[in-house]
């Protein structure tokens, strides 16, 4: 490991304009998710759902029942959570998000299986009948069943390829395709309930309310997921202007366009890009900003981790290209009063350096540990510790196969040995899984409280 010190500060450039607060940024999604299962809840009591349970099997049929309708409920918060809304993602980040969205998925799932099997079960025993008798009735006798079945199927599907040893072996584009088929499922299972929900046939308000409930979160979707892409794109042009070489297998983008000072980006954020060929146009990849924006071009450094970042490795100058964004929710915490640390490994050094590239600190009040393999996996490794000189920020490197490695960099006497006002600062960590896991772990069994530490995650 290398420690460097640098002793004196310089001036910063003028930031970009910062985003302007959304009227709507403290609306909290679990509020109004709260909100809506109180609705439901409310709904199916007035409505009879209780009164009519007189029996061991009616009861099970009105459970089944509201787990229906809170599985629909839950659903439409997971669409939210991934629905790219601004005010949410600046508020939450996009990846905190999405951890979110999987276990609220798998939550809708449960409730989905609860569903079916509760209410099939207890209109079989209420009826008198066999599960097989009362399956075949309900397909060939209540309306929108099969739509009911295929949606419950693909849904099904969806939360399956979200189990963590089967994600393991598909690709994004895989696990993206089968995630695309949840839109269909929800829709299907939209008909189903309002077509046989008691609280929908015979209450024309209580439909009107689900209905504008599913409306809104699809405009959610269509709004941010689809349209703001594309008006960003038409406006900006985006292109790649220069290819610029930083290792064997990682080059650095730049990217040029139309009225780039526009943007309300900031250092340390990242945009979803688009290749916009016919091979690549439908797969979004997540890039940081590796230089601070200055209005006339943004700059993307990408190390070749998969066929399509290997492909963009030689992309030709001039390719058109889509960016969403920008994301990051990191950001909103920065500039803070207490001293910082940031840890990173490989090509999470990107975030960093677009920070720190114009940033106005006192010396010794930021601190960089720098996780890597090997010094030659260590990007601007030159340059950082040049800044490092210049710039009066702490350079701490690390490597897990050098000289047997040191694979304890995260033990808590190691990290207070390598910063030791480790629990004063505020800490930003941002790489894979594993090097989250590991330095949080580590930086909380050191004392660092969790409201100090704050993380984006590489992953899907």
């Known amino acids: 490991m290398t420690t460097t010190r640098g002793r004196r500060s310089v001036p910063s450039a003028p930031n970009p304009p910062r985003p302007r607060p959304s009227p709507l940024r403290n609306l909290d999604p679990v509020w109004l998710f709260g909100l809506n299962v109180a609705v439901i809840t409310y709904m199916f009591v007035l409505h009879g759902g209780i009164t009519r349970a007189t029996t061991g099997a009616r009861w099970l049929v009105a459970l089944g029942q509201l787990s229906g309708l809170y599985a629909a409920v839950t659903v439409l918060l997971g ?20 951890h979110a969205h999987r276990l ?5 799932a449960w409730l989905m299986i609860v569903h079916v099997v509760a209410v099939m079960v207890g209109i079989a025993l209420d009826d008198g009948i066999g599960l097989w008798d009362q399956i075949v009735d309900a397909w060939f006798n209540y309306q929108y069943m099969p739509q009911a079945v295929i949606g419950f199927g693909l849904l099904m599907l969806v939360a399956g390829v979200s189990i963590r040893a089967l994600r393991r ?27 046989v929900g008691a609280d929908f046939v015979l209450d024309w308000w209580a439909f009107v309310y689900w209905t504008l409930l599913h409306l809104s979160v699809a405009i959610l979707i269509f ?24 290792a064997a297998d990682t080059v650095t983008l730049v990217v040029g366009g139309r009225r780039l000072e526009r943007l309300a980006v900031q250092p ?12 690549r146009f439908w797969k979004a990849h997540p890039f940081s900003l590796s230089a601070t924006p200055d209005g006339k071009s943004l700059r993307f450094t990408v190390r070749a981790l998969g066929d399509d970042t290997t492909a963009l ?12 964004g920008p994301y990051g929710g990191f950001v909103a915490f920065l500039p803070t009063p207490r001293k910082i640390l940031f840890i990173t490994g490989g090509i999470g050094i990107t975030p960093f350096r677009s920070l720190i590239e114009n940033w106005d600190h006192a010396p010794g009040t930021v601190s960089l540990l720098y996780r890597n393999r090997t010094p030659g996996d260590a990007l601007f490794r030159d340059e950082l510790e040049e800044w490092s000189r210049c710039k009066g920020f702490d350079l701490h490197f690390s490597y897990s196969r050098l000289n047997g490695g040191d694979p304890n960099v995260f033990e808590p006497e190691r990290l207070r040995l390598i910063v030791p006002d480790l629990t004063e ?27 100090q530490i704050h993380y984006e995650n590489f992953a899907y």
Do not use: C, K
């Not at 609220?104 to 809708?108: E, P």
């Not at 709004?223 to 930083?246: G, K």
């Not at 340390?268 to 091979?279: E, N, S």
């Open 425 to 451: 600062r505020e800490v930003f960590v941002i790489g894979s899984p594993r090097l989250l896991a590991a330095a949080s772990n580590g930086l909380r069994v050191a004392g660092v409280p969790s409201r």
């Open 169 to 195: 072996v598909l690709s994004y584009e895989q696990w993206w395709l089968v995630h695309v088929w949840a839109y269909l499922g929800v829709l299907l299972g939209f008909f189903h309930q309002i077509g």
């Open 79 to 98: 669409l939210v959570l991934i629905s790219r809304t601004p005010w949410l993602e600046r508020r939450y980040g996009m990846d905190r998000m999405t």
């Open 268 to 279: 340390g954020q990242f945009f979803l890009i688009r290749v916009l060929d016919r091979r």
């Open 223 to 246: 709004a941010f997921r689809l349209v703001t892409p594309w008006v960003l794109t038409v406006r900006h042009r985006f292109r790649v202007e220069e290819v610029i070489p930083e």
């Open 104 to 108: 609220v998925g798998f939550t809708a």
């Open 313 to 324: 490795q030689t992309i030709a100058v001039g390719t058109r290209l889509s960016l969403e």
